[in-house]
């Protein structure tokens, strides 16, 4: 009875290598999705004064965050 209810290292270790690659895909996902998001905003030329400063803030939080990005990015690359 006790054999039954413990689990196998072995299935442990196939649900975890099964689990791996979706948990990789999803971060990369959301890391694409943020990148592409501050590529776009950072692509349209401010057109006014008010536009500029807004674009500033989003400039500087976005370079704030670089140090984060490239983290995950090679978090994730050594996944792969």
């Known amino acids: 009875m006790k054999k039954f209810l ?3 290292p072995t299935k442990c270790l196939n649900t975890i290598e ?3 690659p979706a948990l990789a895909k999803e971060k990369a996902d959301l890391l694409i999705s ?3 998001t501050a590529n776009r905003a950072l692509a349209d030329a401010p057109q006014n004064v008010d536009d500029y400063i807004v674009y500033a803030k989003f400039l500087k939080e976005t370079d704030e965050k670089m140090g984060d990005y490239a983290t ?3 978090d994730l690359k050594d996944q792969m």
Request: charged share 25%; no cysteine.
């Open 6 to 8: 413990k689990p196998s």
């Open 18 to 20: 099964d689990l791996l």
């Open 34 to 36: 943020q990148m592409t």
């Open 72 to 74: 995950r990015y090679g």
